[in-house]
Structures are given as structure tokens and as C-alpha cells.
């Protein structure tokens, strides 16, 4: 059971908007960044999006992170099936003292 | 540019310790705000956090795993060692070392997240 909490799946046709939602706590996500990680099939995880909304070099704008509260929010625009990954969130937990990833979303692209 | 290697067994037996190495370039781990962490991820499932090392050396470990965990560094080598004790077939899994960094704000350095990672290394626990 992970401390962060996303749908299992989501899906949209090439070209749609997705969201994935990420819930946590008063501990983890309220009082901290979240990052996201796109893993491709078959690859090492990478980081799309961190400190809640920033884009590091080289990740496209049609990738976007929001937060609010105890839930932060990963938006694709202009879905691709080269899209068609597992997404996690991840933050640090205060009563923890560790950092925590979300349990996934696989992303299907019809 | 920054890249990090795991190395290491790809198979040990039940009970035995378990030493990987993660191996980095381009970064350096005494410059303020960096850290190196481990993650795992058994087949098929989610992404577990194990333990991060910080450049000041304070050491974090995932609750769940803290007795059995140890997180090292030797900065004139670019690595850092993760050893593991008393394996157990539910440790099998991909391990990967990553590149942490952290945002100063009021104060206080922050999580930022893992923002590079190795490849990883798979490692079978089996008699």
C-alpha cells in the first residue's frame, strides 16, 4: 500500500488531454515538492516534472504538474503513443522522514 | 552531464548481504544540496524508495527497510554503496541509484526529487 495514491490506469485517444492524480497528506505533499517520472517499458524511471511544476531540460511543454492541498496533478497535452508509460509521483513525508513514491499509472494511448 | 551506474551481484542467496555500488560522474557529492538515493522495483510492481545520502553526509532510510539498510559515500571515488542484509526473495528486484537534488527556501533544503537515474541492476535472490 503506498503512502501516495494514483489510479491503477488511465486512458485517452492520440491527441487528447490526460490527467493523473496524485493524493497524500498533511505529511507529504501539502509541506512538499512533488515530482513526477515517466517510465518507458522496459527503462530506468525519469523525472518529468519537479518541484511541483518545473520542467527539467529537454521535457516538452505538453508535460505539466499542478498542486493543491494534499493532491498534486500530472497533465499530457497532445497525447502520443510513444506516451504509453507508468507515471509516478513521488515527495518526501515529513512523519516518515523519507521520500515516497505513488503506486503508479499506466497510461494507455488508444 | 551527469550519469550514474549500479553494479553488483545479480544473484545472491537467502540470508546474505547484498553490496551495490553507484558509480556517478559529473556532479560532485560535497557540493551543497546534492544527495544520491536508491530505489527498487520488484517485477512487475511500483517503484520502492530505499535510502538517500546527502552532501553533508546525513543518511535517510525507508522506515520499513532501516534495519537492514546501510547508505556510504567515498567522495574521492564518485560512489556510493548500498548494502543490504539478510536478502529474501522479495528483495528481488531492479535497483537503481539517482541524483537528488534539494530547494533552499525559508531556511529549510527541500526534497526535490530524483532527477537523474542509472540504468539499474537486476538482482535475483535465490538458493
Known amino acids: 500500500q503506498s503512502v501516495l495514491t494514483q489510479p491503477p490506469s488511465v486512458s485517452a485517444a492520440p491527441g487528447q488531454k490526460v490527467t493523473i492524480s496524485c493524493s497524500g497528506s498533511?505529511?507529504?505533499?501539502?509541506?512538499?515538492?512533488v515530482s513526477w517520472y515517466q517510465q518507458l517499458p522496459g527503462t530506468a524511471p525519469k523525472l518529468l516534472i519537479y518541484?511541483?511544476?518545473k520542467r527539467p531540460s529537454g521535457i516538452p511543454d505538453r508535460f505539466s504538474g499542478s498542486k493543491s492541498g494534499t493532491s498534486a496533478t500530472l497533465g499530457i497535452t497532445g497525447l502520443q503513443t510513444g506516451d504509453e508509460a507508468d507515471y509516478y509521483c513521488?515527495?518526501?513525508?515529513?512523519?516518515?522522514?523519507?521520500?515516497?513514491f505513488g503506486g503508479g499509472t499506466k497510461l494507455t494511448v488508444l | 552531464q551527469i550519469t550514474l551506474k549500479e553494479s553488483g551481484p545479480t544473484l545472491v542467496k537467502p540470508t546474505q548481504t547484498l553490496t551495490l555500488t553507484c558509480t556517478f560522474s559529473g556532479f560532485s557529492l560535497t557540493t551543497t544540496g546534492v544527495g544520491v538515493g536508491w530505489i527498487r522495483q520488484p517485477p512487475g510492481k511500483a517503484l520502492e524508495w530505499l535510502a538517500l545520502?546527502?552532501?553533508?553526509?546525513?543518511?535517510r532510510y525507508s522506515p520499513s527497510l532501516k534495519s537492514r539498510l546501510t547508505i556510504t559515500r567515498d567522495t574521492s571515488k564518485n560512489q556510493v554503496v548500498l548494502t543490504m542484509t539478510n536478502m529474501d526473495p522479495v528483495d528481488t528486484a531492479t535497483y537503481y541509484c539517482?541524483?537528488?537534488?534539494?530547494?533552499?527556501?525559508?531556511?529549510?533544503?527541500?526534497?526535490?526529487?530524483?532527477?537523474?537515474w542509472g540504468q539499474g541492476t537486476t538482482v535475483t535472490v535465490s538458493s
Open positions: 539517482a541524483h537528488s537534488r534539494t530547494r533552499y527556501s525559508d531556511y529549510v533544503y527541500y526534497y526535490s526529487g530524483m532527477h537523474v
Open positions: 518541484d511541483n511544476n
Open positions: 513521488g515527495t518526501w513525508d515529513n512523519s516518515l522522514r523519507a521520500a515516497v
Open positions: 498533511s505529511s507529504n505533499i501539502e509541506t512538499n515538492y
Open positions: 545520502i546527502y552532501w553533508d553526509d546525513d543518511k
